[in-house]
């Protein structure tokens, strides 16, 4: 059965860092492009960072240069190492997976996921300032 399961969140002061992970089972996703997505209160789900088939990365504006995408050669754990955070960072962080022609770019960056991509349960990721 496919599930994406994330773990790794938690409570951190500004300018700490954390490494997100998210299981990945089941072979339907073995040719997906895998993303993070984060979910403050009150605000729309956004596109943090995709990773592709061939390894190739994509980050949003806001998180570039202080998050890294990666996945193990099994393409069995995706993980987001979050560096420099900030306490705009504060969000439920979510996994997923979608065909990699169905993830939106919006001037080079990650912007959305379709309606049929495959999400996780998500993970909280608190930034105290």
């Known amino acids: 059965q496919e599930q994406l399961v994330e773990s790794g969140g938690g409570s951190v002061p500004a300018g700490g860092s954390l490494r997100l992970s998210c299981t990945v089972s089941?072979?339907?996703?073995?040719?997906?492009?895998l993303a993070w997505f984060r979910q403050a209160p009150g605000l729309e789900r956004e596109a943090v960072s995709v990773?592709?088939?061939?390894?190739?990365?994509g980050y949003a504006e806001a998180v570039e240069g202080r998050f890294t995408i990666s996945k193990d050669n099994a393409e069995t754990t995706l993980y987001l190492q979050m560096d420099s955070l900030k306490s705009e960072d504060t969000a439920m962080y979510y996994c997923a997976a979608d065909l990699c022609g169905e993830i939106q770019y919006r001037l080079g960056k990650p912007y959305g996921a379709s309606r049929s991509a495959h999400w996780g349960q998500g993970t909280q990721v608190t930034v105290s300032s």
């Open positions: 990773i592709d088939n061939d390894g190739s990365t």
């Open positions: 089941g072979n339907r996703y073995n040719h997906f492009c």
